[in-house]
């Protein structure tokens, strides 16, 4: 398990640290606990020992009645 710390990609505010059993995909989507589900944008700086990924909240779907 590897600590990885998620950050928004415009602000760089942390917003979940956890560990895990490795790090996210780019494109994966993660569902951070009280913030919501994101997507990864890419990851920085990502060992065997920790990682830094880089995340931008997903625009909830829309449906419109025809």
Known sequence: MI?????DAETEE???W???EGA???GQRVLLECV???QV???WRCNPTAC?????RVEKE???AA
């Open 3 to 7: 600590p990885i710390q998620y950050r």
């Open 14 to 16: 942390i917003l979940d």
């Open 18 to 20: 956890r560990h895990e």
């Open 24 to 26: 996210p995909a780019i």
């Open 36 to 38: 919501g589900e994101f």
């Open 41 to 43: 944008l890419y990851r």
């Open 52 to 56: 830094v990924v880089y995340v931008r």
């Open 62 to 64: 829309v449906r419109v």
